[in-house]
């Protein structure tokens, strides 16, 4: 049975779009088929695993908008041998204005995906920093979510209103949806402040951490900067090594 898990936080810049390239990556390397699909117009997953934007002229959107089937818009990555993209460019903003006023308007991804789901032991979903129309599609096409806190001061502000919008998923539009569990990123294990929201975050979601947390590791922010997931850049990074073992915890 494919296995769909979305990234979501509204909050911006926790480390969504570096945990859906990273632990992708780690799930294809492990033999498992597995779909990235880029669910942010600002495409940071795109460009992160080396597309160039400007050299292809298929995307999501026009998935979505029904243009073209998945399997003509897809990708292989050049680095993981597995690991498939289904890419993202900025018009895919135009998407959340094209589909106000339509019907069934949170399930368009789910039905996309339909007949290329089945191709995948794995599919993880990159969500935008909001609660739009991209990541009720994205929740709804889910089996589960995975909760990405950076290890901050302010990181479970906003986690009630993320919580309510999974409830109301769940109530409406995906029964099944489960939260696969909340993971503690850019972690420093030498300030007392980390150990803090590790602590915090499991007392209100008991048994729910992962027990992997992804460090702060130079070379995870260096990656992107080379189209590559951390495997194919720094594959002896802390990094590198946080993400297989993340990728362990939820196989
Ligand atoms: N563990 C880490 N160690 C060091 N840098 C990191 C780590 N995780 C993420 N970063 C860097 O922090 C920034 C934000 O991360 P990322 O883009 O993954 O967050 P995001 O939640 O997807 O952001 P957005 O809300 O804009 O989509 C990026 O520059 C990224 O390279
Ligand atoms: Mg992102």
Redesign the pocket.
Known sequence: MTQIICIA?Q?????????AINLAAAIAASSKKTLLIDC?P?A?ATTGVGIDKNSIDKTLYHGLIGEYYASEILIENEDIKGLNILPSRVELIGFEIEMMDSVNREKILKEFISDIKNDYDYIIL?C??SLSILTLNAMTAADSVII?LQSEFYALEGLGQLLQTIKRVKKSLNPELKIAGILL??FDKRTRLSHQVAENAEKYFKGQVFKTK?????R??EA?SFGKPIFAYAPSSS?AKSYLSLAKEII
């Open positions: 936080n909050k911006g810049g926790v480390g969504k779009t570096t945990t942010d600002q940071n990159d935008p920093p990405p990123t850019m992804i460090p702060r590791n130079v995870l922010g992107p990094g």
